[in-house]
């Protein structure tokens, strides 16, 4: 089958433009998720989305060569941050997964909560992206 050589000028800039929007709404269920609907989970899966967009748009050799991410150290990272989260408690005698917060005073910022939950959400959004991309790469390269 001949390949047709097009030109996707239109496609490409709004398909930047959506990635950025989308990318963006993921880091903000990521941080809103440990007090509102979102968190690691759909965070990760928005994120997923985004790459997923980019390599729908643009040709697979040369963003594999743009973002040369390797999604299996990403997913066994996440697995890491995520277990460890869960351990650290265990380390200072609560159970595991017990979740500590502290409101810290930041110039310019105000009071902002930090919590342990935000490091374990870290780390199901690693596992999530790390996993949804790796099956999606692995079936698209299939497909060649």
Not at 47 to 59: C, E, H, P, Q
Not at 94 to 108: A, D, K
Request: glycine share 10%; proline share 2%; net charge negative.
């Amino acid at each position: 089958m001949k390949q047709m050589n097009t030109n996707n000028v239109m496609l490409h800039t709004l398909v930047r433009i959506v990635t950025f929007v989308v990318f963006a709404f993921s880091i903000y269920l990521f941080f809103a998720g440990h007090n509102d609907p979102g968190g690691g989970f759909i965070g990760g899966l928005m994120t997923a989305a985004a790459f997923v967009l980019l390599y729908l748009a643009f040709d697979m050799k040369s963003l594999k060569k743009a973002l040369s991410f390797n999604f299996d150290l990403l997913l066994g990272g996440g697995l890491l941050v995520a277990g460890l989260t869960g351990v650290a408690s265990m380390l200072f005698g609560f159970p595991f997964l017990t979740q500590f917060f502290e409101y810290v005073q930041i110039p310019f910022v105000g009071e902002v909560e930090l919590t342990t939950a935000l490091a374990f959400d870290l780390g199901v959004y690693l596992v999530v992206v790390g996993a949804a991309l790796t099956i999606i790469l692995t079936i698209a390269e299939d497909d060649n």
